[in-house]
């Protein structure tokens, strides 16, 4: 089982739409999550981090079930700008012997059309 | 106030030479990773520096690349006798410290011929 798993999609959609995407982790004792974004050939960019309480970010809403271990992240109201890769991140904490380094899953890709 | 610097921003090189990549955190972060992504993959963890050590290279290959955060300058990502398979975005992070978020620079983009 990968380590973090997302749906590499695309995800199509157009403008003003609202579009969910989903993560699974699979390690129990992870301790910190994150939403980051990567438009095409630059660096990630961290949309936002994951509380167990979920939160919210303007038009973007992140959840997180750690008895399921699933983050999910909603935009609304979609715009041009949103077109890019979503990329869920996981922190193992001290399992294991991380020091605290990012596990990333390959990425959602959305593309938003006018 | 800058973020994460890397250079070279671009990099050729001929199977057999070495590659050195460069990463400026950011002011007043002491804690540099290095994440390869190969084409359509996902970012992969290789190593977590502090100044003058290595607190985690279990994400490194076990030949011909090494890491070094001295006490001055930029972190060194170092790849001996490069091979085509080396071809990649190797991304530099940044964070003030461990566990705490971590800002990316723009990446070195490696091509080996």
């Known amino acids: 089982r990968k380590e973090v798993e997302q749906d590499p999609g695309p995800f199509n959609v157009p403008e003003g739409a609202t579009v969910a995407f989903n993560c699974t982790y699979s390690n129990s004792a992870s301790q910190s999550f994150f939403w980051y974004r990567q438009d095409c050939r630059k660096e990630p960019k961290l949309l936002m981090s994951?509380?167990?309480s979920g939160n919210e970010d303007g038009r973007f809403t992140a959840q997180l079930n750690r008895a399921s271990q699933y983050i999910s992240l909603l935009i609304r109201d979609s715009k041009l700008s949103d077109s890019a890769t979503y990329l869920c991140?996981?922190?193992?904490?001290?399992?294991?012997?991380?020091?605290?380094?990012?596990?990333f899953g390959k990425g959602t890709k959305l593309s938003v059309k006018p | 106030n800058a973020g994460v610097m890397q250079n070279p921003r671009h990099l050729v090189r001929r199977r057999g030479q070495e590659a050195r990549l460069r990463c400026s955190p950011m002011k007043g972060h002491s804690h540099v990773y290095w994440y390869r992504q190969l084409p359509e993959e996902g970012l992969k963890f290789m190593v977590y520096?502090?100044?003058?050590?290595?607190?985690?290279e279990s994400g490194m290959p076990k030949e011909r690349f090494s890491a070094e955060f001295p006490k001055e300058g930029p972190s060194i990502l170092r790849i001996q006798q490069v091979v085509r398979g080396d071809s990649a975005a190797y991304f530099c992070?940044?964070?003030?410290?461990?566990?705490?978020?971590?800002?990316f620079g723009p990446g070195t983009r490696l091509l080996v011929l």
């Open positions: 992070a940044s964070s003030p410290g461990s566990r705490e978020t971590q800002y």
């Open positions: 994951v509380y167990s």
């Open positions: 520096l502090q100044k003058e050590n290595i607190i985690d």
């Open positions: 991140v996981v922190n193992f904490g001290n399992y294991g012997g991380s020091q605290g380094n990012l596990i």
